[in-house]
């Protein structure tokens, strides 16, 4: 069950035979890097530098994990001249301030690489100042629906794959007995996590983009109209495990946890790879017993994830750096946590079968094949905005939670509070 948390990948090579055999021994010196990873993260991390440094035996590679402080950790370091020569950032828009610093080195000789494994998609995530600087080497899969499977079964519903499948299913499971949706709206990130699934499908990445950097306003229609399909969702609160009032009192593991109770309380819950964890340490659920599906179409919409992740990024330019940023696009790389579990990635040639399990296969699966990828738009926008309890988006999703009777009124509440953030 711990493998469930998810797995790796990447692609490339630091020879013209792609396969590292030939001048590694050639290249030396040592590497400082930072990341957010403990525990065994940063034991399976560290397996990734032993399969570089075997590849790479006269690099020595140090890390130091910083936690969830790594930004603040980053920053001191940066401003007082002593930044690490690779850190690991979640949050995109954290490295944006340090390309625009002119604090970051460029990695264009790693894109050949990238592209040819990641795809473009995954490329401009790592792109800023139209200039490439990142890796997107730990991923994580937002676009996924988790169910019991016991309630589908007794319910006779398969796992739906379009939104009009979703929709008649959820009247059949409740008319089983079970309320179909659980939903943590106690947590605004789950409700910005929901919207944001919808709108990549039913507006398509350019306006997703747009709507990201606040270059249309939150009133566009394709907002309104994103909102208007969340209705299935929140729309009628007897599908809802404790209507709209109890969804807003219940917390990310909570709302979990009730679709695996006994009896449960709900039949599935829409959130990412990470449920995988809270399933294996919150619940009974053995084998079996659950299950996940990708997040529905709409309207024909092509296959799309939306995700979060670990980007690799270089501070001190040196030939070991670049060694090491373009062993990041490799395949071993991948492999040497994805092996070990709790590492999911993108890459699109990394062999399936090093997955420990056939749901983190399929779920790695979908990240690999998805036509296109986009980062969490919430992480993108201005935290005040995108990333605050209590205030912007998080909350006017809430609102539209417990009153999903107006879209267009909501949508207008968000630009107020949008038109501020992005001055």
């Known amino acids: 069950m711990a493998a469930l948390v998810m797995v790796a990948a990447a692609c490339g090579g630091d020879d013209d035979d792609g396969n590292g055999a ?5 290249v030396s010196g040592s590497l400082s890097v930072l990341g957010i990873w403990a525990g065994q993260e940063q034991a399976s991390f560290q397996a990734v530098i032993d399969s570089f440094t075997e590849r790479y035996p006269n690099v020595s590679v140090s890390y130091n994990s910083a936690g969830d402080n790594l930004p603040t950790v980053l920053r001191t370091a940066v401003d007082g001249g002593n930044p690490p020569d690779v850190a690991f950032i979640a949050q995109p828009g954290t490295i944006q301030q340090f390309a625009d610093d002119g604090a970051l080195q460029p990695i264009e000789f790693a894109r050949d690489d990238l592209v040819e ?3 473009e998609s995954i490329a401009d995530i790592g792109t800023f100042n139209d200039t490439l600087y ?19 079964e007794d319910a006779g519903v398969e796992p739906p794959t379009t939104i009009e499948e979703l929709e008649q299913g959820a009247q059949t499971i409740a008319a089983s007995g079970v309320r179909p949706y659980s939903i943590a709206g106690a947590d605004g990130w789950t409700l910005t996590d929901l919207f944001e699934n919808i709108y990549l499908r039913t507006a398509g990445p350019e306006l997703y983009d747009q709507l990201a950097n606040h270059d249309i306003p939150w009133t566009h229609p394709s907002v309104v109209e994103a909102l208007e399909r969340m209705r299935v969702f929140i729309g009628n609160p007897q599908l809802i495990a404790g209507g709209a009032g109890g969804a807003l009192q219940t917390d990310f593991p909570r ?17 990412g790879d990470f449920v995988a964890g809270n399933i294996a340490n919150e619940t009974n659920a053995q084998e079996g017993d659950f299950g996940v599906f990708t997040f529905p179409e709409i309207d024909g ?9 670990d980007i690799a990024v270089l501070f001190r330019d040196s030939p070991a750096g670049q060694a090491f940023m373009r062993y990041l696009t490799t395949p071993e790389a991948a492999e040497a946590w994805a092996s070990r579990g709790g590492f999911l990635s993108a890459n699109q040639n990394l062999d399936p079968g090093v997955y420990p399990d056939d749901i983190t296969r399929q779920i790695a699966t979908d990240l690999a094949d998805a036509e296109t990828f986009r980062f969490d738009l919430s992480d993108l926008a201005p935290p005040e905005f995108g990333g605050t309890p209590g205030q912007g988006l998080w909350q006017k999703l809430q609102n539209y939670l417990r009153n999903p009777a107006n879209p267009q009124a909501i949508a207008q509440a968000i630009e107020r509070d949008a038109a501020r953030a992005y001055r």
Do not use: H, I, R
Request: charged share 15%.
């Open 134 to 152: 990142g890796v997107l080497f730990k991923s994580a899969n937002k676009s996924l629906g988790w169910y019991n499977t016991q309630v589908l």
């Open 22 to 26: 030939a001048g590694d021994e050639d």
């Open 117 to 119: 494994n990641f795809g």
């Open 301 to 309: 919409s092509p296959p799309v994830v939306v995700g979060a992740g």
């Open 255 to 271: 709302s979990v946890t009730q679709v695996f109770s006994d009896p449960p309380e709900a039949a599935m819950v829409f959130e």
